[in-house]
């Protein structure tokens, strides 16, 4: 299938995915140059990482399938070479819902292990995923890949947003692509059941921030383009959360009692961090869920 032309891969995109078409018809790819060969793509889902350049293309993350077109479009305005890489950040089909078309556009797929368990179990409507969606390629806790003239480190972070996520660093261009470990400016989903956890993303975010300065472009799951000060904001965010909701438990508060406290998130809440998916009830829910040890 990798030596399909371009025009055929877009067919059998279309033809694929016609179903779904029209929740997608009015999505616009954004495309934002960072260096002089690296960009962030903007549509429907978590942000697009990608690498232009002599060696191929190096992609990060691919949001849903009926938009895969328009990515592949996006991406064929930026270089004429062919398609080589594609990393998920975890296994979330807002991020990897279109890995059958790239890797029928050329794409060898990388993840972390977890993903790659996730991605070919059964899903929730009882189907399988099928072979060319999983990641040819896993690691465990890092990985390098050499290309377009630098080297971008992967890491695996524990049990963050969920058990297999990945945050990648180019290390010429100073770019940093943190998955869903980092939602700018909101409040971030954390999958207690995917094996996320409270404290794993707050570890993430500081380990994050240990690999980059005050220059580094942050390319976050969803939200803007980002930088290390509002970053370290995110993490204070988590921090400050953490421990209103942990003090309320250790004074005895119920879950019902800390879902309704709207005083435990007011500071954020008034920032507008709660206008996003998840909003204020649900993310003191999420936290006193992941605290207390229950993922139901």
Do not use: C, W
């Not at 630098?150 to 010429?172: K, M, Q, R």
């Amino acid at each position: 299938m990798k030596s399909l032309s371009f025009s055929s891969v877009l067919l059998f995109i279309i033809s694929s995915s016609i179903y779904a078409q029209g929740r997608f018809d009015d999505v616009e790819i954004k495309t934002t140059q960072l260096t002089d060969h690296t960009y962030m793509l903007e549509g429907a889902g978590g942000n697009i990482g990608v690498s232009v350049g002599d060696d191929g293309v190096f992609v990060i993350d691919d949001q849903f399938a009926p938009l895969s077109e328009k990515i592949l479009r996006a991406i064929k305005e930026l270089s004429d070479q062919p398609l080589k890489f594609l990393v998920n950040t975890h296994y979330h089909g807002d991020h990897s819902g279109g890995n059958e078309n790239m890797a029928k556009a050329g794409a060898t797929i990388i993840a972390h292990d977890n993903v790659k368990k996730r991605l070919e179990a059964k899903q929730r409507d009882g189907s399988y995923k099928p072979k060319e969606a999983l990641p040819v390629i896993t690691f465990n806790d890092k990985l390098n890949i050499s290309i377009n003239n630098e080297s971008i480190a992967i890491f695996h972070v524990s049990n963050a947003h969920t058990d297999g996520d990945a945050i990648l660093y180019f290390t010429e261009s100073n770019v940093l692509h943190t998955g869903d470990t980092y939602f700018n400016g909101r409040y971030p989903y954390i999958d207690l059941n995917s094996g996320g956890s409270v404290n794993g993303y707050i570890e993430a975010a500081k380990r994050g921030l240990m690999v980059i300065d005050e220059n580094t472009k942050i390319i976050p799951g969803h939200g803007k383009l980002s930088n290390q000060q509002e970053y370290k904001k995110f993490l204070k965010m988590l921090e400050e959360l953490r421990d209103n909701i942990q003090k309320a438990i250790d004074d005895g508060k119920t879950e019902d009692e800390v879902k309704s406290d709207e005083t435990l998130t007011k500071t954020y809440d008034d920032l507008g961090y709660g206008s996003g998916f998840i909003n204020s009830e649900r993310i003191r829910l999420t936290f006193y869920k992941s605290l207390k040890g229950n993922k139901s």
